[in-house]
């Protein structure tokens, strides 16, 4: 069974780079693609992006001049990294296995705050 | 951005009876790229339906998915306690958007 867990800072500073880790367990991160999702309070979910193993990534355009998503294969780990946050970016984010058309597997959810 | 547009926004229903949500694109969704969540209060989103129509691994049959090209429905045969939850499409085009949800509460 594939279980994703998102781990990183719960609180960041505005300006400041929001960065977040999904670490996979059972099961190899090769071969998938591997999304970041977040949910803002009272709105609904919003994709940011996503990576496969070869390092290919595609961002959806309201993230990406200031997104980048990574991944270490060695580790089964990917990456998020937000660069000049506000409270606008305040959110449960999500990372997920993506194959393309659909999320099948999510991590539990990482809230960050974006305060001073 | 193909935007995914749910109604309605809150279904009030009892345990036993069946729930229709739609889902409406604003443009052509190819039914391959048309997937159906529910989310429980603290929880992550779980995958029901993709394809359009294609149940996930380990969903009871009572949930089942139809539509093509801008309008799609997600039908719950008859509720059970446990089905009372908000519910999420999703479309993949050049990139993936999210409907807003619909909140199935108990009537």
């Known amino acids: 069974q594939v279980q994703l867990q998102e781990s990183g800072p719960g609180l960041v500073k505005p300006s400041e780079t929001l960065s977040l880790t999904c670490s996979v367990s059972?099961?190899?991160?090769?071969?998938?693609?591997w999304s970041w999702i977040r949910q803002s309070p009272g709105k609904r979910l919003e994709w940011i992006g996503y990576?496969?193993?070869?390092?290919?990534?595609n961002y959806h355009p309201s993230f990406e001049s200031r997104v980048t998503i990574s991944i270490d294969t060695s580790k089964n780990q990917f990456s998020l990294k937000l660069s000049s946050v506000t409270a606008a970016d305040t959110a449960v984010y999500y990372c997920?296995?993506?194959?393309?058309?659909?999320?099948?597997?999510w991590g539990h959810g990482s809230l960050v705050t974006v305060s001073s | 951005d193909i935007v995914l547009t749910q109604s309605p926004g809150t279904l009030s229903l009892s345990p036993g009876e069946r729930a229709t949500l739609s889902c409406r694109a604003s443009?052509?969704?190819?039914?391959?790229?048309l997937a159906w969540y529910q989310q429980k209060p603290g929880q992550a989103p779980r995958l029901l339906i993709y394809?359009?129509?294609n149940r996930a691994t380990g969903i009871p049959d009572r949930f089942s998915g139809s539509g093509s090209g801008t309008d799609f429905t997600l039908t719950i045969s008859r509720l059970e306690p446990e089905d009372f939850a908000v519910y999420y499409c999703?479309?993949?085009?050049?990139?993936?958007?999210f409907g807003q949800g619909t909140k199935l509460e108990i009537k």
């Open positions: 997920a296995r993506d194959d393309g058309i659909r999320f099948d597997y």
């Open positions: 059972g099961g190899s991160i090769s071969g998938h693609y």
């Open positions: 990576i496969h193993n070869d390092g290919t990534t």
């Open positions: 443009r052509t969704v190819g039914s391959a790229f």
């Open positions: 394809a359009a129509s």
């Open positions: 999703q479309q993949y085009g050049s990139f993936y958007t």
